[in-house]
């Protein structure tokens, strides 16, 4: 009788440890939709420290906790320039680093020194106009693995296939409404293509 209750008993931990589990990847964003959409940038144009790296993704946490450790009150930011399910892992290309101002403000020299003495470039990004979007929940450590295999995809589909979308949203316009998505699929392909080679260059002149 002791054992079928502690048999018992196993089984239902080992249930409650699954539902645990399913529960937490539920609230990592597992069923969550990939929002992707086109319009004004969420940021204007910055000045970021930042360190160029190849190789995983997976690996770009140690940057992301060395910028932090440097200056904990700045936004955290990273650039990826390749899609990880076409390019291999250590041939992936990245920066990552922080925002040191955005706008008009004026990055502070304090700042810029002490980020160089760690081995940081600083670079300003203009601020675009028009740029495609994801939004995906960011919940917990497994949210990022999750965006990892499900944002990439989601942006390469909307970018190269933007006819398959009855309306593209313009936030940026003066009546906010939606505004439709180029006629001829093939210029709006070509562009992307235009936009990869630049981002190759720039790449290149960051190692």
């Known amino acids: 009788m002791a054992d079928w209750v502690l048999l018992g008993l196993i089984g239902a931990l080992l249930v409650l440890l699954l539902l645990t589990l399913f529960g937490f990847a539920i609230y990592s964003g597992l069923f969550s939709e990939v929002v992707v959409s086109a319009g004004s940038p969420p940021i204007r144009n910055i000045t970021l420290a930042y360190k ?58 304090d700042l810029i020194r002490l980020f160089q003495k760690f081995g940081f470039k600083i670079f300003s990004f203009p601020a675009p106009s028009h740029v495609v979007m ?30 398959l979308h009855e309306d593209v949203e313009e936030t940026g316009g003066k009546d906010g409404g939606p505004h439709s998505p180029p006629a001829s699929g093939v210029e709006y392909v070509e562009y992307v293509h235009l936009i990869e080679w630049c981002m190759d260059r720039k790449a290149e002149k960051w190692k």
Request: net charge negative; charged share 20%.
């Open 52 to 109: 160029f790296k190849v190789g995983p993704y997976g690996d770009c946490g140690k940057l992301f906790t060395e910028s932090c450790s440097i200056s904990p009150k700045l936004c955290s930011i990273g650039v990826y320039y390749d899609n990880p399910h076409t390019v291999p892992p250590e041939k992936c290309r990245y920066i990552v680093g922080c925002i040191l101002s955005e706008g008009e403000e004026k990055p502070s020299e």
């Open 134 to 163: 994801a939004t995906f929940p960011f919940t917990t450590p497994f949210s990022i693995q999750l965006a990892v295999n499900r944002v990439h995809p989601a942006l390469d589909t909307y970018i190269k296939h933007p006819w």
